[in-house]
């Protein structure tokens, strides 16, 4: 890819944990699941503080940074961890919840095994029904930061306070959501829910993830698919890929890019027997491989591949990494992505000439956009997220003694949002 993107995903190096940021344009960002880890504040550990980032370069509305979505895929600790912290300092427009998480929140044992941000989710999901409700009462729409959409079913649903809700605030398997915060994105984001499926509500949590197909629309025309699938495994992943096959929707399990689920674990094609044998299992694999687009890669989230798998070692496995390297061109890991020292996010764009990663070169480029007078408009939102991450403002301005890339950065956002340093045309946030 040789130009820089007007829209893409960004893939944040936050050790074994998933931080996805989606820039639709200037005006409309959405982020799925966020592990935000304390030790990423300090400038000695690789981990890219995402909420600082986001604040850094989010567009503002009424004086904030304005997040339209954020959709949590579960109620785990490595995708929801700084939520709260998100919160109080960003402008949500909408939430996109799971029902699992009602369910666990009423039940006291399962309420017990909920991370404090998890449980910030939850209360904020609480508090946008009651909103909602309110609203429509009032014969208005909830106002943007009010508003929410639960994603999925549960065989217990009318026990949960969200099921009062008109169908506009749900969703779930089979159905399209092209309406971010109430503004129509048709022609240029849409996600295709695969998951959660009803049978699975009272599943493990990760069973319980939401699975979607994202699909980026450039100008003109071009499409970049990308498959997220949260932390399922095996079993539910082939039930994802049977029912659309059987449904005739093919179209809807194709891939550019694959998050791989659950931080590259084995568990997605191995069994593990009762007699401690992993066993392959080619199915998922041979799906994966049937619908993948020409130059298709797959990310995986996490710290480093290990040389070898120990039993009872939490993901990244490097039986999963074989095995996906198998099948793709690439496979990418967030935290050795141009420097395993200074990791940088692993950007996927989609232009004219297609949809694909966005090579260190326009990483840079994208980081000069950002701190240039002259800067163009047009893309400029994903440029300024790009820019805003550590690593890579650092190579811009390698071997400077001025003002650190990050610093500037926030200096030029400061200034773009009416504070002290003299405004700059640097072509986001207007």
């Known amino acids: 890819m040789s130009e820089l993107p007007t829209r893409g995903a960004v893939f944040w190096p936050v050790g074994t944990g998933d931080s996805t940021t989606i820039v639709i344009d200037d005006d409309t960002v959405m982020q799925i699941d966020l592990h935000d880890m304390a030790k990423a504040d300090s400038d000695e550990t690789p981990e890219v503080p995402v909420v600082d980032e986001l604040v850094a370069s989010l567009p503002v509305r009424n004086g904030s940074p304005y997040l339209a979505v954020f959709a949590l895929t579960h109620a785990d600790k490595d995708h929801s961890l ?33 991370c404090e941000d998890a449980r910030a989710f939850q209360v904020e999901a609480e508090r ?37 809700l008109p169908d506009r605030y749900k969703s779930g398997p089979g159905k399209v959501i092209s309406a971010l915060d109430f503004e129509d994105t048709e022609g240029r984001f849409e996600a295709f829910i695969h998951a959660p499926f009803a049978a699975d509500a009272a599943a493990a949590r990760n069973e319980t ?22 932390d399922l495994a095996h079993d539910t992943i082939m039930k ?38 992993e066993v392959e299992q080619r199915d998922v694999l041979d799906a994966l491989e049937r619908h993948q687009l020409p130059g298709a890669v797959i990310v995986t989230s996490s710290s480093g591949i290990p040389d070898n798998d120990e039993d009872g070692k939490n993901p990244p496995h490097k039986m999963a990494f074989d095995r996906y390297s198998e099948i793709a061109d690439e496979v990418l890991v967030t935290m050795e992505w141009l420097s395993v020292s200074e990791p940088s996010p692993i950007v996927f764009g989609v232009t004219a000439e297609g949809a694909g990663i966005v090579r260190d070169d326009v990483v840079e480029l994208a980081a ?17 997220v790009i820019a805003s991450a550590t690593a890579v403002a650092k190579a811009v301005h390698r071997g400077s003694t001025s003002t650190s890339g990050p610093d500037r950065v926030r200096g030029i956002t400061a200034a773009d949002r009416g504070g002290k340093i003299a405004p700059q045309t640097v072509g986001f946030g207007q």
């Open 82 to 114: 700084g939520f709260a912290d998100l919160l109080s300092q960003v402008t949500i427009g909408e939430l996109w919840a799971t029902p699992r998480l009602w369910r666990e929140y009423t039940e006291e044992e399962a309420e017990d095994d909920l």
């Open 128 to 164: 946008r029904v009651k909103a909602t409700e309110k609203a429509i009462a009032e014969g208005v729409d909830p106002a943007s930061g009010d508003r929410l959409i639960v994603i999925g079913y549960d065989t217990e649903h009318s026990k949960h306070a969200y099921d009062e």
């Open 209 to 230: 993830s939401l699975a979607m197909q994202v699909i980026l629309q450039d100008d003109s025309g071009v499409t970049g698919k990308m498959l997220l699938f949260g």
């Open 240 to 277: 994802v890929f049977s029912f659309s096959e059987a449904h005739g929707r093919d179209e809807r399990v194709e891939w550019d890019l694959l998050l791989a689920p659950h931080h590259c674990s084995k568990r997605v094609m191995y069994l593990r027997t009762l007699d401690g044998d």
């Open 368 to 384: 000069a956009e950002a701190f240039s007078h002259a800067a163009q408009p047009a893309g400029s939102r994903l440029a300024a």
